[in-house]
């Protein structure tokens, strides 16, 4: 099984992503968006799993104590980088707090995560590049803030089925903070 441990993202920033994706036509950019319903904030990418070993993690995960803490959405940024955008994303802030839960998840699920040596940054992914046609366009486009704070009081471990229209996630816990 394909488990993934995040943070849900309130439907009024899914909303504001979903009417920024729909801006851009295909002449601009090729990207594939990431569906509305989606949209989430990874803490840990554990990759496929056997059902013994998401016992193991469903045990682990209940034994990460921290407070609710209050997130905002920020800027649309790029990964690499603008020059060569791969990844499309919203940054989310203070990171400081999401780095806090981040580290204790991923301290907590070292033996299981697939991210090892990957630095985080607190973001949510909102489409994938394939290639940008008219620079100016996208990124006068992409120049914009998304609006919204919200209070995380949860995280979610998920399962994640890869289908020809995209992953469909299902919800297999939920830890309160």
């Known amino acids: 099984m394909r488990v993934f441990v995040a943070v849900e993202v309130p439907e009024e920033i899914k909303q504001q992503v979903y009417d920024l994706q729909r801006t851009i036509n295909s002449k601009e950019a090729k990207v594939r968006w990431v569906s509305k319903k989606n949209l989430h904030l990874t803490l840990a990418f554990l990759g496929e799993l056997s059902e013994k070993k998401v016992e193991e993690v469903k045990e682990i995960l209940k034994n990460i104590k921290h407070k609710p803490f209050k997130i905002s959405a920020t800027e649309i940024g790029f990964f690499p980088d603008k020059h060569k955008p791969r990844v499309v994303w919203i940054g989310l802030e203070p990171e400081k707090e999401i780095l806090d839960l981040q580290g204790k998840v991923d301290g907590e699920l070292l033996n299981y995560s697939m991210d090892k040596d990957q630095k985080f940054k607190a973001h949510v992914t909102i489409g994938r590049i394939n290639e940008v046609n008219d ?43």
């Open 135 to 177: 620079k100016t366009k996208f990124f006068e486009k992409m120049n914009v803030k998304i609006k919204g704070e919200f209070i995380v009081e949860e995280f979610i471990l998920f399962s994640s089925t890869l289908t020809k229209d995209g992953p469909k996630y299902r919800i297999i816990e939920r830890y309160l903070l």
